[in-house]
Each structure stands twice: as C-alpha cells, then as structure tokens.
C-alpha cells in the first residue's frame, strides 16, 4: 500500500498555497517550472497546481534535501524515476494474446 498523502483528483494550488503545503520558498516551485519538475494546470501569473504536483513537489524537495541536489538534478533524477516506475509497470502489466 502506498504511504504518501491522500487528497481529491480536483485538488487545486495556486504557487503561494504550493509553497506552504511543501514548506519551501516560491522561488523554489518556479524553479521546478522552470527545469519541468512541475507542470503547472494554468500559465503564469496564476499558476495551479493539482494534487499530483503537489506530491511530486514533495518528492522533489526530499531528493534535493537528501542528496543535495540542486532543481536541475533534481529534473534528471526524477526523469529517471519516472522511467523506471514505467519499466517496472510495463514488466508487472499481464500479458494479452
């Protein structure tokens, strides 16, 4: 069972709300913008964010805090995160035919 925070799918953040939900500056969610750690529901000024940003948010400040990584490697690592979950689903899927 996966442990990780629970919330509604129309689950909706402006950058400032982000910001308080993940503890962090806004500075640091732009940066995320900016490098495609997070994808943003509407365009600057008002960007939004859903429920799944915000765990990833969450993902990306533990890598950067963990291993000290700045938003660029914290862009790689969960690039290559995101590859392996695929691979591992791809692998786990049941076969047809």
Known sequence: MNA????EEDFVLDIDALGRACRCEVDVIVAFV??????PQAQAPGWTFDARMLQRARRALRLMRDFELGPAGVALALQLLDRIELLERQLHAPRSG
């Open 4 to 7: 990780s925070l629970c919330v």
């Open 34 to 39: 900016q490098e495609g750690v997070l994808e």
